[in-house]
Structure formats: structure tokens, C-alpha cells
């Protein structure tokens, strides 16, 4: 399984990007898809997820009204659209599978995760 991840870059605060993932190697729309990120110097943490067929998405609170994650399912990619984006959301964004359907916010129920692309928020 592969995960690539692509939409990273530099933005203002306030500004928006649109991050995509496109899997291939297994039945993408039998996978629950989530998004994780890393800032410098701490610990990864969840961001946002997805079941299988975009029925259940779940978020990270302070990303609420702000992200919103999406798939297609024709096209094996998840998104996450990131709009109002502030200085705290710059990290290394990971998009995750899980061989599970369901949404799920634990980094260990996920079994292929892809190398990450990196979002730089300036003030």
C-alpha cells in the first residue's frame, strides 16, 4: 500500500491549501482514511478522519469549522481542505489508512501512512 501526500507549501495566515492523498495498493473504499500532522518539537497528533464511504468524519477541535476532510472514492484520494490557516497549524500533515472502515482518531489503529508534506503558516 501507498499513501502520497501532496499540497504543502507556504501560506499567510488567514490564507487556505488544499492537501490530497492518493492510495493505491488496497481497496480504498473499504479503508477508514485520517490526517495527522507534526509541528516542530512535538508529538504527532490527530487532525482529522474519515469512514470509508464520507458518511462519519470527526475533527480535531481547533481545526473545527476550519478544515474539512473529503474523499473520492472513484479517484483512491482523501483531501483536507484548510482554510482560515494560522501560524499554530504549521506541522508535517500525514494521511493514514486504516484497514478498518469506521473513523478513528488513534494513530495506532492505522496501518500504511504516507511521508508527509509540510504546511508553513506565516503570521
Known amino acids: 500500500v501507498q499513501l502520497q501526500a501532496s499540497g504543502g507549501g507556504l501560506v499567510q495566515a488567514g490564507g487556505s491549501l488544499r492537501l490530497s492523498c492518493a492510495a493505491s495498493?488496497?481497496?480504498?473504499?473499504?479503508?477508514?482514511m485520517g490526517w495527522f500532522r507534526q509541528a516542530p518539537g512535538k508529538e504527532r497528533e490527530f487532525v482529522a478522519a474519515?469512514?470509508?464511504?464520507?458518511?462519519?468524519?470527526y475533527y480535531l477541535d481547533s481545526v473545527k469549522g476550519r478544515f474539512t476532510i473529503s474523499r473520492d472514492n472513484t479517484k483512491n484520494t482523501v483531501y483536507l481542505q484548510m482554510n482560515k490557516l494560522k501560524p499554530e497549524d504549521t506541522a508535517v500533515y500525514y494521511c493514514?489508512?486504516?484497514?478498518?472502515?469506521?473513523?478513528?482518531?488513534?494513530?495506532?489503529?492505522?496501518?500504511?501512512w504516507g511521508k508527509g508534506t509540510l504546511v508553513t503558516v506565516s503570521s
Open positions: 474519515i469512514s470509508w464511504n464520507g458518511g462519519t468524519l
Open positions: 495498493g488496497r481497496t480504498f473504499s473499504d479503508n477508514g
Open positions: 493514514a489508512s486504516s484497514g478498518l472502515g469506521v473513523v478513528l482518531t488513534n494513530e495506532e489503529n492505522y496501518d500504511y
